[in-house]
């Protein structure tokens, strides 16, 4: 074997590395599936089973008509709140990226400063002024009072900026610019087709933020009828008995729709973050 093919050749130590991450990363996985498709005894059982069992239809039914969870209204909710913020958040920092990247304009250095000077501010120091903002505008338990706040990301502007400083060449903008194309549709037309590996992974994260995000939408979100998803889990758990069998069937339908997404875009999104690190 020569020295080209041992730097390629994986040894057996490596597959068996491998074979332990992927087993550590799905097996957690796995057992939430168990449990959901079991009774509620088989949580405490010893040794844990390991096999599915037939009660997910039962489980999944006393799940949805679980009135103080809401779970159907709360999974429509984060649904909503994910893909408006996914679709903002993707728009305005393609847009400002390509702004801050290639166009020339009196105080961009400092604008961008700013940007990055707020991604070094915890969210948890703003709740507070957010919530009077929220309360006095009469968006204090409605949907909107946790889409707004997050519209534009500090993140996904530097992100998109670094991108396309390096992936859309100069001379492209200047052919289009020759060709009488306005700066919008330079944007939509000939920068916004080369972000697209930067755009499926900054929408993946940004919805899967969003879709996990507890905090806020507890505190903005006090009606109980009227949940995200996150909160119509953490009320499963409330009070002196807990279902588990019923949580776990909760969980994985919320695993659901990430598990779509990242099967319908995993080779735009695996791609783009091959292709951030090969540039970075």
Same mark, same amino acid.
């Not at 074997?1 to 068996?16: D, F, Q, V």
């Not at 079991?38 to 405490?44: E, I």
């Not at 069937?249 to 090969?278: D, K, N, Y």
């Given at each position: 074997?020569?020295?080209?093919?041992?730097?390629?050749?994986?040894?057996?130590?490596?597959? =068996? $590395?491998?074979?332990?991450?992927?087993? +550590?990363? *799905?097996? @957690? &996985? %796995?057992? #939430?599936?168990?449990?959901?498709?079991?009774?509620?005894?088989?949580?405490?059982?010893?040794?844990?089973?390991?096999?599915?069992?037939?009660?997910?239809?039962?489980?999944?039914?006393?799940?949805?008509?679980?009135?103080?969870?809401?779970?159907?209204?709360?999974?429509?909710?984060?649904?909503?709140?994910?893909?408006?913020?996914?679709?903002?958040?993707?728009?305005?920092?393609?847009?400002?990226?390509?702004?801050?990247?290639?166009?020339?304009?009196?105080?961009?250095?400092?604008?961008?400063?700013?940007?990055? =000077? $707020?991604?070094?501010?915890?969210?948890? +120091?703003? *709740?507070? @002024? &957010? %919530?009077? #903002?929220?309360?006095?505008?009469?968006?204090?338990?409605?949907?909107?009072?946790?889409?707004?706040?997050?519209?534009?990301?500090?993140?996904?502007?530097?992100?998109?900026?670094?991108?396309?400083?390096?992936?859309?060449?100069?001379?492209?903008?200047?052919?289009?610019?020759?060709?009488?194309?306005?700066?919008?549709?330079?944007?939509?037309?000939?920068?916004?087709?080369?972000?697209?590996?930067?755009?499926?992974?900054?929408?993946?994260?940004?919805?899967?933020?969003?879709?996990?995000?507890?905090?806020?939408?507890?505190?903005?979100?006090?009606?109980?009828?009227?949940?995200?998803?996150? &909160?119509?889990?953490?009320?499963?758990?409330?009070?002196?008995?807990?279902?588990?069998?019923?949580?776990?069937?909760?969980?994985?339908?919320?695993?659901?729709?990430?598990?779509?997404?990242?099967?319908?875009?995993?080779?735009?999104?695996?791609?783009?973050?091959?292709?951030?690190?090969?540039?970075?």
């Amino acid at each position: 074997m020569g020295a080209a093919e041992r730097l390629w050749h994986a040894s057996p130590l490596t597959y =068996i $590395t491998l074979l332990a991450a992927v087993a +550590l990363s *799905i097996f @957690p &996985l %796995y057992y #939430m599936f168990v449990i959901a498709t079991r009774t509620n005894d088989a949580v405490g059982q010893t040794p844990p089973p390991i096999t599915p069992g037939g009660e997910i239809g039962p489980n999944v039914d006393r799940l949805v008509n679980n009135e103080g969870a809401a779970f159907m209204t709360g999974l429509v909710n984060s649904a909503i709140v994910a893909t408006v913020v996914t679709v903002f958040v993707v728009f305005f920092s393609s847009l400002a990226g390509f702004a801050f990247a290639k166009l020339r304009f009196q105080g961009r250095n400092g604008l961008m400063l700013a940007i990055l =000077i $707020t991604m070094m501010v915890p969210t948890q +120091l703003g *709740i507070v @002024p &957010l %919530y009077q #903002m929220m309360y006095e505008w009469d968006l204090h338990n409605k949907l909107p009072s946790v889409i707004l706040p997050f519209l534009v990301s500090g993140f996904g502007v530097f992100m998109m900026r670094q991108y396309a400083s390096q992936a859309v060449p100069d001379e492209l903008i200047e052919a289009a610019r020759m060709d009488g194309c306005s700066t919008f549709r330079t944007y939509w037309n000939v920068v916004l087709p080369g972000l697209r590996p930067a755009i499926a992974v900054l929408g993946l994260f940004t919805f899967m933020e969003q879709w996990n995000s507890f905090l806020w939408p507890q505190i903005a979100l006090g009606d109980p009828l009227n949940p995200t998803v996150q &909160l119509s889990l953490q009320r499963l758990s409330q009070g002196y008995y807990n279902d588990y069998s019923q949580v776990f069937a909760g969980t994985l339908l919320s695993v659901v729709p990430l598990l779509v997404i990242f099967i319908i875009f995993g080779r735009q999104i695996i791609g783009g973050i091959m292709e951030g690190a090969v540039k970075a």
